[in-house]
Each structure stands twice: as structure tokens, then as C-alpha cells.
């Protein structure tokens, strides 16, 4: 997937969130969107998602050649962040076959397989209301990460979790990220250190003169 963004703008209400933001995500590579709390940085994730809509400018996204319409965009991107919510009324297994109905897993992998890749194998019939919010953080990242996606936006990947589970992040991310746009929005050196690219969000504030 490659997105090209042409004097893209988001206001809520009167305030523009970020502006004239034109910029190409190239296929295959991985960015780090950055900008201090309140900046911007996941109002453009889920811009980019289509879970918001944009207020100026154009998306276009492009797969294999291919223009694909921002409407249908949705079926090859996965999307992780503190905001949305997994099924807590599902056990861990009840949860990936639910997830994996809409979007299949990558490399045919099995849901047992995933399970283990995620090293969640003691709560594989743990209700996910029972998790911890680590255990939750990362059932949501595995999700994410291991659906056949061309498309990979990660939103504070490492919210709450450990050091372990920081270096299982950084493990699994490198491993999956080739042949995908990866996205992430954060603050923290440890979750976009693999990131070829940094875009600031910050220079697309209205205040900031060019
Ligand atoms: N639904 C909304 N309605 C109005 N304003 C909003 C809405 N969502 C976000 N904002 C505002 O947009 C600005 C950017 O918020 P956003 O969550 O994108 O920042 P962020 O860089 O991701 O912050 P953080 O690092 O704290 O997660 C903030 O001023 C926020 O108050």
C-alpha cells in the first residue's frame, strides 16, 4: 500500500488540527509520525484509517498499481490503539476466531499458532475481560500485526507494556514489516526505532510559518 496525502487538513469544530500536510507513505517502508501530547498524531492515524473523516485536501491510496477508493482502503489496513476496544466477553480463542472472520491472519497461521507467537498460550480460554491490561495490549498488537495487512497503523504500540513485552513488540514488528507500510504514532524512542521515516506533525500546525 502507498498513500499520497495532498494538502491534507483536520479541524474539529474551528480548530485546525494540522494543515496543508502533503506527503507520500511509500510501500514497503515504515514511518514514525511524532509531536508532543495533543499534537495531532492520532487524529492523523485514524484520518488515515478512515475512521475520521478529513476536513481539506486528498488521500489516495494506491495497492499494486492499483487506486483503490478510501471507502474500500479499510479491508487491507489493521489498525492497534489505546482507544479501541477488543470483545471482553470473548475468551482469548473466541476472540481471534471473531477477528480473523473479517480479517484472515497472515502466513495461513493458525489461531493456536498465533496464540503462541503472542505467548498467551496459559489464556487461551481466560475470558479477555480477565486479562491484564499488558495480556490485553498484547492480544491487541498480535491482532494487528499478524492480520494479512498491507497496511499496519500503530497507535502507542507499547501502552502498557513491561519490558518484556516491549522487546516482544520490537521482535514481532521487525519480523512483519517487510512488504508493509507500518505507521506509528508515538512519543517513545523503544516503539519507532525501526522506522526508516519521521514526520512531524507539529510542522503542519497552523502557527508554524514556511
Ligand atoms: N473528537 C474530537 N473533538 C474535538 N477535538 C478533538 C477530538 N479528538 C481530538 N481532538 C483534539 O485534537 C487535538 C489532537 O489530538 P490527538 O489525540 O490527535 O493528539 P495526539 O498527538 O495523538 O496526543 P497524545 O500524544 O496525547 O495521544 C487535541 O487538541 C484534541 O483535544
Redesign the pocket.
Known amino acids: 500500500m502507498q498513500i499520497n496525502l495532498k494538502n491534507l487538513g483536520k479541524r474539529?469544530?474551528y480548530?485546525w488540527?494540522f494543515r496543508n500536510l502533503t506527503y507520500t507513505f511509500e510501500q514497503g517502508a515504515s514511518y514514525a509520525i511524532l509531536?508532543?501530547?495533543?499534537?495531532?498524531?492520532?487524529?492523523?492515524l485514524t484520518v488515515l484509517a478512515g475512521y475520521n473523516l478529513l476536513s481539506e485536501g486528498e488521500l489516495i491510496y494506491t495497492s499494486a498499481g492499483t487506486t483503490i477508493t478510501p471507502e474500500t482502503a479499510y479491508r487491507q489496513l489493521s489498525l492497534t490503539a489505546p482507544y479501541l476496544e477488543l470483545v471482553e466477553e470473548f475468551t482469548l480463542l473466541e476472540m481471534i476466531g471473531f477477528h480473523s472472520r473479517f480479517k484472515p491472519l497472515r502466513q495461513n497461521l493458525s489461531h493456536e499458532q498465533l496464540i503462541d507467537r503472542m505467548g498467551l498460550q496459559k489464556a487461551k480460554n481466560k475470558f479477555v475481560k480477565d486479562f491484564s491490561s499488558g495480556m490485553k495490549q498484547r492480544l491487541k498488537l498480535g491482532l494487528a500485526i499478524y492480520s494479512d495487512s498491507s497496511l499496519l497503523l500503530l497507535?502507542?504500540p507499547t501502552t502498557n507494556l513491561d519490558q518484556e513485552g516491549i522487546s516482544w513488540y520490537q521482535e514481532h514488528i521487525n519480523q512483519n514489516k517487510q512488504d508493509r507500510l507500518v505507521i506509528v504514532?508515538s512519543?517513545i524512542a523503544h516503539e519507532y526505532s525501526f522506522c526508516d521515516h519521521q514526520l512531524r506533525?507539529t510542522d503542519f500546525h497552523t502557527s508554524v510559518r514556511k
Do not use: A, C, M
Request: charge should be negative; avoid cysteine.
Open positions: 474539529y469544530n480548530e488540527i509531536g508532543h501530547n495533543g499534537s495531532g498524531k492520532s487524529t492523523l497507535d502507542e504514532g512519543n506533525i
